[in-house]
């Protein structure tokens, strides 16, 4: 079974640019999360997604935004980026709530 | 709402020797609890988890964890540790029952394993 697959693994932008990031999750998951993760801040929950829904969201600004298609792979969409939104952004892909399994991530670097 | 603190954000241990990761956790709710594995520049990579039942729990390159409620925690240990373990390490909550997959993390533990 292949496992869960983020494209690109790495990104250069430019401030002020819009970045979309896609994960394609393991197959019969219907569930995908996205997390950003620092050195400063860590890893934090950015939103997930369920059946195309968006179920929960984290403490992000409007910038980062987010959609899953009806074979379950999911976008993440980031817009006028700014230095801070360098980071390392990992997908989770879940059937059931006692698993989540990453994917090897996209790092993006805002200059 | 759910938080979870790792114990030592850097840990150094002699080839050979015990490992020992600590992780507590708060929840309102009954929790599962996972820890996993980063390597440089990857993704995370589940070591083990607890639900329900067994209170101590084996994973994969010889971890387990125990998880005691009456102390909020669930210590990762391994017994010998190799070099092949040196990486960071994720202790995360998520609530049971919730309508959402949502994972929680601590601020992670690198560990260091000296030849």
């Known amino acids: 079974k292949a496992g869960v697959t983020q494209t690109p693994r790495y990104l250069i932008k430019t401030r002020g640019q819009q970045v979309t990031l896609s994960c394609s999750p393991i197959?019969?998951?219907?569930?995908v999360s996205w997390y950003q993760q620092t050195p400063g801040q860590g890893l934090q929950f950015l939103f997930e997604?369920?059946?195309?829904?968006?179920?929960n969201k984290g403490n992000f600004p409007g910038r980062f935004s987010g959609r899953q298609f009806s074979n379950s792979r999911s976008e993440m969409n980031v817009s006028t980026l700014e230095l801070g939104d360098s980071a390392l952004y990992l997908c989770?892909?879940?059937?059931?709530?006692?698993?989540?399994?990453f994917g090897q991530g996209t790092r993006l670097t805002v200059v | 709402a759910q938080s979870v603190t790792q114990l030592g954000s850097h840990v150094s241990v002699s080839e050979g020797a015990l490992v020992l990761l600590r992780c507590n956790y708060s929840?309102?709710?009954?929790?599962?609890l996972f820890w996993y594995v980063q390597y440089p520049n990857q993704g995370l990579q589940l070591l083990l988890k607890?639900?329900?039942?067994?209170?101590l729990v084996k994973g994969i390159n010889g971890f387990e964890a125990e998880f005691k409620k009456s102390e909020t925690s669930f210590h990762l240990t391994k017994p010998s540790a190799h070099m092949s373990d040196a990486a960071e390490y994720f202790c995360?909550?998520?609530?049971?029952?919730?309508?959402?997959?949502?994972?929680?993390f601590g601020k992670g533990t690198k560990l260091s394993v000296i030849p």
């Open positions: 989770a892909s879940s059937a059931r709530a006692a698993e989540a399994f």
């Open positions: 197959s019969g998951h219907r569930s």
């Open positions: 607890y639900t329900t039942g067994a209170t």
């Open positions: 995360a909550v998520r609530l049971a029952g919730a309508g959402s997959y949502q994972l929680t």
């Open positions: 997604y369920f059946s195309e829904t968006q179920r």
């Open positions: 929840s309102s709710v009954p929790p599962y």
